[in-house]
């Protein structure tokens, strides 16, 4: 009798342990308090000194991160170890078509040549390692939609009234996740060559 009490206990014990340590990596149940310290301490970019722009949807990357962390890892490690500046363009895979790397350089375009975009099974990690441009962010529920979802592509366009632009250089990245309409590509001020990484980081 003695010995099943203890068994008893040691499961109670085992079991409010595996709840506590839930809570702890299931960031729907954090406050904002507890998100705010996870995203400020900055181990999830895996010590990348480049900072995140304020656009970035705190809780959907912590919600994001969390369901699958190894990719994220790999994605942030890539970032921070590999000499951006010198990839040549083209596309680098870490899991296959889970997790790869598009580098690109071009030429940002006039605002009539742009257009807002989102995709459903991909979270994009934006970075501009050089020049500079204007990319447009605003929630998906504020646009309309313009060419429906190509879901071989992985891309629906939208207009929307307002653009929200944000300046994209080599001091921050951006994190786009499936509803948020992003407009990329576009010149601050005149037209100018840019080189741009983009992670593609399959959560669906």
């Known amino acids: 009798m003695k010995k ?11 079991m409010i342990a595996a709840c506590n340590q839930s809570k702890k990596v299931n960031p729907e149940n954090w406050d904002e308090k507890e998100l705010n310290e996870w995203y400020a301490k900055g181990e999830w970019k895996e010590e990348w000194e480049v900072q995140p ?8 990357l912590a919600v994001q991160y969390f369901k699958n962390s190894q990719r994220w890892q790999k994605a942030f490690t890539f970032l921070k170890n590999e000499d951006l500046a ?19 350089e071009y030429v940002t375009r006039n605002e009539e040549d742009t257009r807002f975009e989102a995709h459903q099974k991909y979270a994009d990690i934006q970075y501009l390692v050089t ?13 309309s939609v313009t060419e429906p979802y190509d879901g071989e592509k992985d891309v629906a366009f939208f207009e929307a009234e307002q653009n929200n ?3 994209a250089n080599s001091e921050k990245f951006f ?23 983009v992670v593609k980081v399959r959560i669906n």
């Open 4 to 14: 099943q009490s203890i068994n008893v206990l040691i499961i109670l014990v085992i």
């Open 53 to 60: 722009d304020v656009t970035v949807d705190r809780k959907e």
């Open 86 to 104: 010198t990839l040549s363009p083209g596309r680098y895979e870490l899991e296959g078509s889970d997790l790869f790397i598009n580098v690109d």
């Open 131 to 143: 020049g500079e441009e204007k990319i447009g962010v605003t929630p998906l529920e504020n646009t």
């Open 165 to 167: 632009y944000r300046l």
């Open 175 to 197: 994190v786009f996740f499936p509803d948020d309409a992003h407009r990329p590509c576009l010149k601050s001020g005149e037209n100018g060559k840019v080189r741009k990484v």
